[in-house]
């Protein structure tokens, strides 16, 4: 999904703890988000989106980098344009196949990712689409959430109905296109055939 | 069941069969008493129904209940199982099986009732053609102490190949099923509609060790709930987990197995439903029988709140979503419904369906089109009956090339194509296409067969030895699978579950000692099916797969002839 920039808008929400969730529908679906690509996926996680190595490690159990199961987040390059696609740990004897560097991994050789490190060029500005399955929601999607996210305003849209009375109560601050707004302000915007770009913050109370 | 005179119910000591439980028990009276050349339907055939070793005591996950016989399905040994309250009620009454043998007159329905008093055999022609769920209803207002029904729907009373074996669960719905290889026709053939359980007054099974058994079940509890598959994922999103991440693999078979990825998948995965079932007020976590601590199962509520259906399965959700081109989880929820109702496998009959569009009798896509199928076969018309007679019939009288069958049996939700291993699987168990033979995860805990490069294609017909041998170890503790993925990763959390065992019966079992349980219950099953005419031209996939790239990887099955004959030489 590409967005036009001349339709973009931006979207600060400051929400309660509790409103954080409504956002994680638009997770597993697929989001954009602009980053330095020519890394690996490990030094993206860790360092561009500060989540931490262990919880890399530990809550990030499954990978997929243009839909080809990754084995080693240190050694497989994120370049412009790609899909990246985050899970925990999966049932079921292909759950445990796709798992990185699983005892199993050999069941789906056909569709494993060759590592590509040895980058052409070095760390540049560049995009690439990130869907987060299941609980990576909860754990690492409140790192891409405040980091910016990319959406089509259809999809946000369907998040305000969904979620009316959790953001309603939820809503702590509003900012569009860098000014200051209310949820008022917000309900007045048309998203149709609008690109957002999304940043959600969670309240501390 | 007769044929010559009244039914008559009969309780023999376990001699030789003491100390199985769960497939072990199933396969083998089958493999020894079942003459392999017998007709599924006749006289000759049995259908054994059996809990596993520690089903009927508290030990956790010991839910599972076995059903065995000759499949009219595969005309091989099958055994499916199921989880619901049935094993455990059936273990409390103080039974190891029960074999039902024989042919009944013509035209006559029995129920068999089994409580502390025994059992005993009622002609009940009221219950013909009674749905499932009206019949444990009507059941339950006869009998109001009943804990556990095991039944048939239309689909067994009919004989259909897809038929199933209902076992009630927690909440007295029928929704749990011993579901693959048609074992409710088998059962449809013995006139036996249900069998309605009563463990009143009884009470649980103790153990011979009761101090160490309740300290390794603790363990063993710990170990569950501490995994994250087995204490996180499963328990909130259900095994339907699995379709973004298959989907994204470009493993998801989609539209009859022509495509591994469906473009709607985000509406029909784990995360939605999940997300569905709670809104609407149903559960996203529940236990399909009491004693199980990961709750992977779920409520799946109308849009008027009512109840539909319990959660459906990742199998289920992908038989009639995705591989129909279908993205309405109502509708799919309806269709899991129709089945339970009807007694129907949900992985046979969504092939089926998938099979008969491209046939061109309905439209990839068409929900409503896919629920009139199903009601075609609840309604037992021509056409329902050839639909209930599984994909390989289907495909046959409509002259459909890709039919996802081996052995007779529609393939689960899993390309082998871009998932080459579980293809191995699927080619080589006895029991035809199951995704469940290879599924237990523990092959690396188990030692069995040494050490294998997991990065390797060449270790995938090793690998899938490995997990089928410990896959029968597993169904025969009657131990619901899922407990695999935390014995995967916590080799503590499979000695707990070898104390049970031990402290239970007074054993000295082993790691070693399981691995050879598995390896005798697949060898009796291998026996078998080699008497009834198998060879191994019979464990292939169909020739498709070889032929036809899958997109997007656009790839196809790469395993030769030569090494699946590789996967029994032991």
Redesign the interface.
């Known amino acids: 999904m590409a967005l036009k920039h001349s339709s973009l808008i931006e979207l600060r929400l400051t929400v309660g703890p509790q409103a954080v969730s409504c956002f ?2 638009l997770l ?2 697929g989001f954009m988000i602009r980053v330095q690509v020519g890394c690996s996926i490990h030094d993206l996680l860790r360092d561009q989106l500060g989540i931490d190595g262990k919880l890399v490690e530990t ?1 990030i ?2 990978v ?1 980098l243009n ?3 990754v ?1 080693d987040l240190h050694q497989s390059i994120i370049e412009d344009g790609c899909v990246l ?1 985050l ?12 798992r990185k ?12 990712f060759r590592n590509n490190k040895a980058p052409v060029s070095g760390p540049r500005p560049g995009s690439l689409r990130v ?1 987060l ?3 990576t ?1 909860p754990t690492i999607g409140p790192f891409f959430l405040r980091h910016g996210i990319e959406i089509a305003g259809t999809e946000l849209e369907e998040v305000f109905q969904t979620c009316a009375d959790t953001l309603s109560d939820g809503l702590r601050s509003v900012k569009i296109n860098g000014r200051e707004s209310t949820s008022k302000g917000l309900r007045a915007l048309d998203l149709k055939h609008r690109s957002i770009r999304l940043f959600v913050e969670a309240s501390m109370d | 069941m007769g044929p010559d005179k009244d039914p008559v119910c009969t309780e023999t000591p376990l001699g030789d069969y003491a100390g199985l439980g769960g497939r072990a028990m199933t396969s083998t009276i089958i493999s020894k008493e079942v003459p392999p050349m017998c007709h599924p339907l006749g006289a000759d055939n049995k259908l054994v129904i059996a809990p596993g070793l520690l089903s009927g005591t508290s030990a956790a996950m010991s839910g599972r209940i076995s059903v065995g016989c000759k499949s009219p399905l595969t005309g091989g040994i099958k055994e499916a199982n199921a989880g619901g309250q049935g094993s455990q009620v059936l273990a409390r009454l103080g039974y190891a099986a029960i074999i039902i043998e024989g042919k009944p007159k013509k035209d006559v329905l029995y129920k068999v009732v089994i409580d502390r008093n025994g059992a005993r055999i009622i002609e009940d022609n009221s219950l013909r053609m009674m749905g499932n769920y009206d019949l444990v209803e009507k059941i339950k207002q006869e009998y109001d102490t009943a804990t556990a029904c095991i039944s048939i729907g239309p689909a067994g009373e009919m004989k259909l190949a897809a038929a199933t074996v209902a076992i009630t669960d927690t909440d007295f719905h029928p929704a749990r099923h011993a579901g693959r290889g048609g074992v409710g026709a088998v059962m449809g053939a013995k006139g036996v509609k249900v069998i309605v359980l009563d463990d009143t007054g009884m009470k649980m099974r103790e153990p011979k060790d009761p101090e160490k058994f309740r300290a390794a079940n603790k363990k063993f509890v710990e170990g569950l709930k501490s ?4 204490g ?3 328990p ?2 259900g ?1 339907n ?2 379709t ?3 989907n ?4 998801y078979p989609t539209k009859n197995f022509m495509w591994g ?1 469906f473009d709607n998948c ?1 509406r029909i ?4 439903e999940a ?1 569905t079932e709670t809104r609407r007020g149903g559960k996203a976590t529940h236990g399909c029988h009491r004693g199980c601590v990961i709750q ?1 199962s779920g409520i799946y509520m109308d849009k008027d709140g009512h109840y539909l259906s319990k959660q459906p399965e ?1 199998e289920t959700v992908w038989a009639h979503g995705g591989n129909c081109g279908i993205d309405d989880l109502d509708a799919i929820a309806m269709l899991d419904r129709l089945d339970d109702d009807f007694g129907l496998d949900t992985i046979e009959m969504g092939a089926t369906i998938a099979v008969a569009m491209e046939a061109g009798i309905a439209e990839f896509g068409d929900a409503q089109a896919a629920i009139n199928l199903i009601k075609e076969v609840g309604k037992g018309t021509p056409l329902g009956r050839i639909l209930g007679s599984g994909a390989a019939v289907t495909g046959k009288v409509f002259g459909v090339e890709r039919v996802p069958v081996v052995k007779g049996q529609a393939l689960p939700a ?1 390309d082998p ?6 293809g191995v ?1 699927y080619a080589t168990s006895p029991m035809g296409a199951d ?1 469940t033979s ?2 237990a ?1 523990t ?2 805990i188990l030692g069995v067969g040494g050490k ?9 017909v090793e ?1 899938s030895r490995n ?1 089928q041998i410990a896959t029968a170890a597993v169904d025969s503790t009657g131990m619901c699978l ?1 407990i695999a ?1 935390a014995v ?1 990763d916590q080799p503590e959390t499979f000695q707990a579950l070898i104390d049970m065992i031990n402290s239970f019966y007074g054993m000295n079992l082993t790691a070693d000692g399981v691995a050879e349980l598995g390896k005798t219950v697949l060898k009796s099953e291998r026996d078998f099916n080699a008497r009834a005419g198998f060879t191994s031209k019979n464990d292939r996939l169909p020739e498709f797969y070889k032929k036809e790239v899958l997109p ?2 656009n ?1 196809t099955f ?1 395993v030769t002839d030569e090494e699946l004959d590789e996967v029994f030489n032991w």
């Open positions: 994680y529908p597993s679906s809550h159990q499954t997929f839909g080809k199961a084995d696609s899970s925990g740990a999966l049932p079921g004897m292909v759950g445990a196949a796709f560097s699983g005892f199993y991994a050999g069941f789906r050789e056909a569709v494993s869907k399955f299941n609980l929601g | 995994h994250p598959v087995t996180q994922a499963l909130a999103y095994t987990v699995l973004n991440i298959i994204e693999a470009g493993a990825r985000s995965s784990g995360e939605t997300e992977c990742y899993y194509r871009a998932v080459q291993g579980i699987t995704h290879g599924y995860v092959a690396n294998v490069d997991p990065l390797s294609s060449k270790g995938q690998l997990l899922f993925f995967l997007p990887h790839v790469q």
